[in-house]
């Protein structure tokens, strides 16, 4: 099996994760589909690591965990915050960034 | 005396400005001081006068000089007088006449409220007037010359309630800037030619300049002159200028401020002496105003606006005297003078006549004011006559002299200017006399409250000085070329010169159309009934009494297209200027609007926004685009 396909199987779930995030209101479910996206980001660089047939890759992998799961702890965070703020977890409810 | 000069010109400023600052404190004493300060004017002219007549002829030219007035560099402008015959004559008659009306304005003014500073405005007249006529240099001149405009402006514009006087007022200041533009280019020539603006300096020195610049400083003279002066094309101003109080139109539209003009080109004598063509102009102008005004003048119902026509005409018979050249310079100031006096008569005459019928100006409602106001009448009659040319009174000698001049030459010349000259007065009988037999003979057609009187002794004593100076001044300066031998030494001698026409035949036939023109009025006017309104004018009478279109002319030519422009400059600043400007702003104010949309707060549209630039952004990479 060529490493190649990994590299297709990556842009698909990326591009059902930034789905899930563009059309999800639910914050949960939209955070699901960026752990999606990191983790098709993820197997994209085992994938190059191993056509490459270097390391920096996979090392770079192991990074990007360490990022989502301070990300992850952040994220909940908010969610949890804002549920308790407005009593929803809906994503077009709150425009607090809005100039 | 001659060193006092100066006096001429302070007294009656310093008397202007004491009226204005006084206020109404000097209500019941402020007119006496204007009387007194052009008096004592007249006695400082007078006295100098006295003085110059104890000299040789050749030395009559005395320089007064005043103060260092610009000093920079190699630039020197010294304020100074030059006090010669021609100066004093005018000195003489600005002073002379002009004391005589500040008496009778004494009177005519009498129940107006604010008759003070009317004084004051006729002294500020008298100041800058003097100022014109004594100034050395062009500069100077320019100052009086201004400072006249100023007066005739403010004095026309008295009775400004009326907004139509006002109007007058601001035509006349109008037209005389227009012709204030021939003087300062006049002033920019000189300077670039001869490095100075005084009379002196640019007379000595006047064979050094082509010809050619010779010319085109004589027309831009010539174009201040028509200004001054009323003269074709800028006279359309002074038939207005009737709406200022009778004094003024004697004193500044009759007896002076109109001969400026005059007296600019005479003083100009050396220049015009050297160059050919802007004599003819300045001779042709003359002509062509001499027959507008005469024409304009027949068909005038309004006896001021008659009266104005009438000292359009005359002017224009010293232009085409001052065209001619060195013959004629002596004659144009001859005619200037006598003019003077009974033009200013006759206007004080028309403003005894109408202080009678309720300032009524209307002539086709007079007739038959010899019985009630006698004195108005024999010194009107006088002025009538003088005007006509009948021997021997005033304007005999002078327009005479003129009519013969203008028949001296070669060519077309004298046939053309002539000719012109003659016709005029006989032009000049018939709208006279019309106007003297509409006025004081025929049957009285006056309205029911009118009750004419004869006027009082503070009106009626400076009219009859003046119809003596009508009857009298002209024989007295003109036997043993009493005036001319005077004026030599500022004119140049002129040698005498044969006209095509011998002098008896030209006098014959001036008084033949003089006598025919008084025939004809009096038949039309003196004996047959005239109609209280006028009848429905002919196609040429309706030409002449509306001063031949030349408003109507000036309007579309000039005013409009000049409305035009500005309208189209203005709608061009707001629409393309202010436009790109303002278009500018409009366009980032837009995008921002549209930028805004963009920064909702939405957290998801956030995203999609990153990850469309992102997508574009590796699609440009991919490509080979970016």
């Known amino acids: 099996m060529s490493p190649i396909a990994f590299v297709y199987l990556a842009t698909v779930l990326f591009g059902i994760g930034a789905a899930a995030v563009l059309t999800r209101r639910n914050a949960i479910i939209a955070f699901m589909g960026v752990e999606l996206m990191l983790n098709a980001a993820n197997l994209a660089f085992v994938a190059f690591s191993r056509i490459h047939g270097e390391i920096d890759g996979q090392v770079i992998a192991f990074f990007v965990m360490v990022v989502a799961a301070a990300e992850v702890v952040v994220g909940l965070a908010i969610i949890i915050a804002l549920f308790r703020a407005r009593q929803t977890i809906s994503l077009d409810e709150p425009a607090e960034l809005k100039g | 005396m001659l060193d006092l000069t100066w006096l001429l010109i302070a007294v009656p400023l310093a008397s202007s400005f004491v009226l ?3 206020g109404k404190r000097a209500d019941a004493w402020g007119h006496w001081m204007g009387v007194a300060a052009s008096a004592t004017a007249f006695v400082v002219g007078f006295g100098a006068f006295l003085q110059m007549l104890g000299l040789d002829a050749e030395s009559r030219e005395h320089a007064v000089h005043l103060f260092t007035w610009i000093s920079g560099g190699e630039l020197t402008v010294d304020a100074g007088l030059l006090v010669d015959p021609l100066s004093i004559s005018f000195v003489l008659l600005v002073t002379f006449v002009g004391t005589l009306i500040h008496l009778y304005s004494v009177a005519y003014m009498e129940h107006d409220p604010r008759r003070r500073i009317f004084f004051a405005y006729l002294n500020l007249f008298i100041a800058a007037m003097l100022l014109l006529v004594l100034a050395d240099s062009y500069l100077l001149l320019f100052v009086g010359w201004e400072g006249v405009g100023l007066a005739s402006y403010l004095l026309i514009g008295f009775w400004n309630h009326k907004p139509e006087y006002a109007t007058a007022a601001n035509k006349a200041f109008i037209v005389n800037r227009i012709g204030d533009i021939g003087l300062i280019v006049a002033m920019g020539l000189l300077f670039a030619n001869f490095g100075t603006l005084g009379f002196a300096e640019i007379f000595e020195s006047v064979d050094s300049v082509s010809t050619g610049q010779l010319t085109a400083i004589g027309l831009a003279l010539l174009v201040a002159a028509t200004g001054k002066s009323a003269q074709f094309p800028l006279q359309s101003w002074l038939g207005d200028a009737m709406a200022g109080p009778t004094p003024v139109s004697a004193l500044i539209h009759a007896a002076t401020m109109v001969t400026a003009g005059v007296y600019l080109i005479v003083r100009s004598g050396d220049i015009f002496a050297l160059t050919e063509t802007a004599r003819v102009v300045v001779a042709a102008v003359g002509a062509l105003t001499l027959i507008m005004g005469a024409i304009i003048g027949m068909a005038k119902d309004d006896i001021k606006k008659a009266l104005a026509a009438s000292t359009m005409s005359q002017i224009g018979y010293m232009m085409l005297a001052a065209g001619l050249g060195p013959i004629g310079y002596a004659f144009a100031i001859f005619h200037l003078i006598t003019h003077g006096f009974f033009k200013a008569g006759m206007f004080l005459g028309a403003g005894s006549v109408m202080h009678a019928m309720n300032d009524s100006v209307d002539m086709r409602r007079y007739g038959a004011l010899r019985t009630a106001m006698v004195v108005t009448w024999v010194t009107f009659g006088l002025g009538w006559l003088a005007i006509l040319g009948v021997p021997p009174f005033s304007g005999f000698w002078s327009k005479d002299k003129i ?108 008084l033949v159309l003089v006598a025919f023109g008084v025939v004809v009025a009096w038949l039309q006017f003196g004996r047959s009934e005239v109609a209280k309104e006028a009848p429905a004018p002919s196609l040429g009478v309706l030409v002449a009494s509306n001063d031949f279109y030349q408003d109507s002319f000036n309007r579309a030519a000039l005013q409009r297209p000049g409305t035009h422009l500005t309208r189209t400059l203005v709608y061009a600043d707001a629409a393309v200027v202010d436009g790109a400007v303002n278009g500018t702003g409009t366009a980032l104010l837009r995008l921002g609007e549209f930028l805004r949309k963009f920064q909702s707060g939405q957290v998801r549209s956030y995203a999609a926004l990153i990850l469309i630039a992102v997508a574009g952004l590796i699609a440009g990479v991919v490509l080979g685009v970016l």
């Open chain 2, 403 to 510: 009519i013969e001049a203008a028949f001296v030459g070669e060519g077309w010349q004298p046939w053309v200017f002539g000719l012109t000259a003659l016709i005029g007065a006989g032009l000049t009988a018939y709208y006279m006399s019309r106007l003297f037999f509409m006025t004081f003979h025929g049957k009285a057609r006056w309205t029911d409250d009118a009750h004419p009187h004869e006027s009082p002794w503070l009106m009626t004593v400076p009219m009859i000085v003046l119809s003596v100076g009508s009857a009298l001044l002209g024989w007295f300066l003109a036997s043993g070329d009493r005036f001319t031998t005077w004026l030599e030494p500022v004119t140049g001698h002129a040698e005498h010169h044969e006209p095509v026409l011998s002098v008896p035949v030209i006098m014959t036939l001036t």
């Open chain 2, 20 to 22: 204005i600052l006084a």
